[in-house]
């Protein structure tokens, strides 16, 4: 009966992405008509009423919990994003408050300053330039649809993914976004994922597993990966392998909307090149903190704290409201719990 569900959902997922099999899927936006009879607003759990998406967009979020945008994002602002990474990578330029990441495999290499070397850069609010795309308005209007009015950025990164060096470590494991972060409702924080060059299976899409926003936060845990595994790179142990996955094929300035409970992850990069993203969880601000004594988050917590400690030599931090917080940044709206 799951197989049956599964692929009855993979079969509506494949006839929004317009392609007749999940092998080479190329995702694109959901538009079209739909009938005034299917129309049923107390349906909707995961988006609020807005003028931006249409009711099948709405329909489909719903349904599978991630909607691709397609060119969202102008050639212009991703080139602009490109060149204060690079120079990142170069050491030519040093925000306060970034955090930058290497590979795990290179960890012990000599380091040469250099996009190759660099997995990730996060926390960008003090990065004027790359805080930039929390701020675009042609993301707001989508994010708005997800959290309402008060918006919050909560999360910033530029992911990468170099060449993988031949140890597997430039995956990532699948997982739930909400694993790293306590605030509720979780319907009401969601991640805009901007692809800043062709992205697809070689060099590391995204996989999805569609419908796996409806489920509850799941175990995290570190993936017991021969290679090694990058730092905070949790996935979850016991998902279900046999559910439909989508992976999602992007141009540059495509954008992905997805729930944080949407169980995804992303393969080795097998090219000599690299796939760059740019990404933001933003979250309402009428959300709230739960206490994460006694929940999976007490791990998260203690990590981060060594985390928080080790780049900013902040003894003071010891919860990770507090550390989440510090980096967050009200992009529209007025701040009203958090």
């Not at 170069?90 to 997995?119: C, F, H, M, Q, W």
Request: aromatic letters at 8%; a positive charge; one cysteine or more.
């Amino acid at each position: 009966m799951e197989q049956q569900r599964a692929s009855a959902r993979l079969r509506i997922v494949l006839r929004h992405l317009g392609r007749p099999s999940a092998g080479a899927l190329v995702a694109t936006h959901t538009s079209g008509p739909i009938a005034p009879a299917s129309f049923h607003p107390q349906q909707f759990q995961y988006t609020l009423d807005n003028n931006v998406l249409s009711l099948e967009q709405r329909k489909f979020y719903e349904e599978n919990g991630f909607l691709v945008i397609k060119n969202l994002v102008s050639d212009a602002d991703i080139q602009r994003f490109r060149v204060e990474f690079e120079k990142i990578c170069k050491n030519e330029s040093k925000p306060a408050g970034l955090v930058v990441v290497r590979d795990v495999s290179l960890a012990t290499s000599e380091y040469i300053p250099s996009e190759k070397t660099i997995l990730k850069i996060q926390n960008l609010r003090d990065d004027k330039e790359l805080f930039r795309y929390c701020t675009l308005p042609e993301i707001l209007k989508y994010v708005e649809c997800f959290t309402g009015p008060n918006i919050m950025a909560l999360h910033t990164m530029v992911i990468n993914k170099p060449p993988d060096t031949g140890k597997k470590t430039s995956r990532h494991p699948m997982h739930q976004d909400l694993h790293y972060f306590p605030f509720r409702p979780s319907n009401r924080i969601v991640c805009a994922w901007t692809a800043m060059e062709h992205i697809d299976r070689n060099n590391g899409c995204l996989a999805v597993l569609p419908g796996t926003h409806k489920l509850p936060l799941k175990p995290h845990d570190y993936p017991q990966w021969e290679g090694g595994v990058n730092v905070m790179y949790h996935g979850i142990q016991d998902y279900d392998k046999d559910h439909a996955r989508v992976h999602l094929v992007m141009e540059k300035g495509d954008t992905v909307f997805f729930h944080p409970l949407l169980i995804h992850g992303s393969g080795r990069n097998q090219t000599q090149g690299f796939r760059k993203v740019i990404s933001c969880h933003f979250i309402s601000a009428d959300c709230h903190c739960i206490d994460v004594k006694g929940t999976s988050y007490e791990n998260i917590e203690k990590e981060v704290v060594e985390i928080a400690r080790k780049y900013y030599g902040n003894a003071n931090t010891t919860e990770l409201k507090d550390f989440l917080m510090s980096h967050a940044q009200l992009v529209k709206g007025e701040r009203t719990n958090l």
